[in-house]
């Protein structure tokens, strides 16, 4: 029978060589690096429902990827609400509980608020092809702007666009005066909400689980939205009138938890980057038929479909414009940099493609 000293000894020697291997590993503070034969499991949720852009977006990615590798690299796809809500994934992607993710900025502007850029109505083209040069290339976005992704732990591939945002409402919107008093519904951002209330609406930061019904029963009157969400979500059976305001475009961010893109070998960096290339020239096209389907199918309804002019436009436009300031002023560091950059480029890539 061993003595109390003997078996002390013995635990000792059994704990010994664990303990010597823990303090041995450079990686037990961090993500284990991994070499480019290694098998890659990504995470990667987003936003959105099955079928949605975001969800092409994320399969089209999966299929490059899996196929590229020949399955070395797997793709786990989260839609929206798997993993809780929005605010929720955004603190998962920080904290490495998933790997990669699509998310817009209107749900990031608490934490990045320069990235509330993205909310700042009659601030893009209404040429496609601008925003998509603007929004492929722009320093401020990828320079100045990335910066600030990467001091909260989160490395950007690409920013691009979901299409443009139409109004519904139970009435006609052409002018301020029908917007007044409106119960609008946009997302809950401060800088969508306050350039609401400059248009003279009554903002609403219904959930958007919630904005069907709420439009039913008339909790709210009116909603924003790219169309192929509008349609999905059957806003046109409980809505009068489709405006198509061209007041804004959707944009959204694909990024990723930067411990976990680090300790990626460099020959897989660069090929999801490669491959992020692609897909985001692939979803600009994707996305524009997804407009156009759902356009078709709204049609069939009973909607009454409106296209403001310009005059109309710049009515609105007008209203809006001191939502520059208030970006400037609450947008933290760089706001005013990022701002002058995007408005630069823009006029930049108008002169371009005329």
């Not at 998962?92 to 109505?121: C, K, R």
């Not at 209404?126 to 925003?131: F, L, T």
Request: net charge negative; hydrophobic share 35%; aromatic share 10%.
């Amino acid at each position: 029978m061993f003595s109390k000293k003997n078996s002390m000894l013995l635990i000792l020697l059994i704990l010994m060589p664990i303990f010597l291997f823990a303090c041995g590993n450079d990686n037990t503070e961090g993500i284990e690096a991994k070499s480019s034969d290694d098998s890659i499991g990504i995470r990667f949720a987003h936003e959105e429902s099955q079928g949605d852009v975001q969800d092409l977006y994320a399969n089209k990615f999966k299929e490059l990827i899996e196929e590229e590798t020949e399955g070395r690299i797997t793709v786990d796809i989260y839609t929206t609400g798997t993993l809780g809500g929005n605010d929720d994934m955004f603190t998962q992607l920080q904290t490495g509980a998933v790997d990669m993710a699509i998310t817009s900025p209107g749900f990031t502007g608490s934490v990045i608020p320069q990235t509330q850029i993205m909310n700042i109505p009659f601030l893009f083209s209404n040429n496609p092809e601008v925003n998509r040069k603007v929004l492929d290339e722009s320093e401020a976005l990828y320079g100045t702007l990335a910066d600030k992704y990467e001091e909260k732990g989160l490395e950007i591939f690409k920013f691009w666009t979901e299409g443009s945002m139409y109004w519904t409402g139970n009435k006609e919107i052409t002018e301020p005066a029908d917007m007044k008093g409106l119960k609008m519904r946009g997302m809950p951002t401060s800088m969508i909400m306050e350039s609401y209330k400059l248009m003279g609406a009554d903002p609403q930061a219904t959930d958007t689980g919630e904005i069907y019904t709420m439009l039913q029963t008339g909790g709210i009157d009116g909603q924003e939205n790219p169309l192929f969400f509008i349609y999905n979500s059957n806003f046109h059976e409980v809505q009068d009138y489709l405006m198509d305001s061209k007041h804004h475009i959707y944009i959204t961010a694909t990024v990723a938890n930067s411990e976990w893109f680090s300790s990626l070998a460099e020959e897989d960096q660069k090929l999801i980057n490669e491959i992020m290339q692609e897909v985001n020239d692939w979803s600009f096209t994707m996305q524009q038929e997804e407009e156009d389907k759902a356009l078709t199918e709204i049609k069939k309804s009973d909607l009454e479909i409106i296209e403001l002019t310009e005059d109309q436009r710049e009515s609105f436009k007008e209203l809006v414009a001191p939502i520059r300031d208030v970006y400037i002023e609450t947008g933290g560091d760089g706001a005013e940099e990022i701002l002058k950059i995007i408005e630069q480029d823009i006029q930049a890539a108008e002169e371009e493609l005329k």
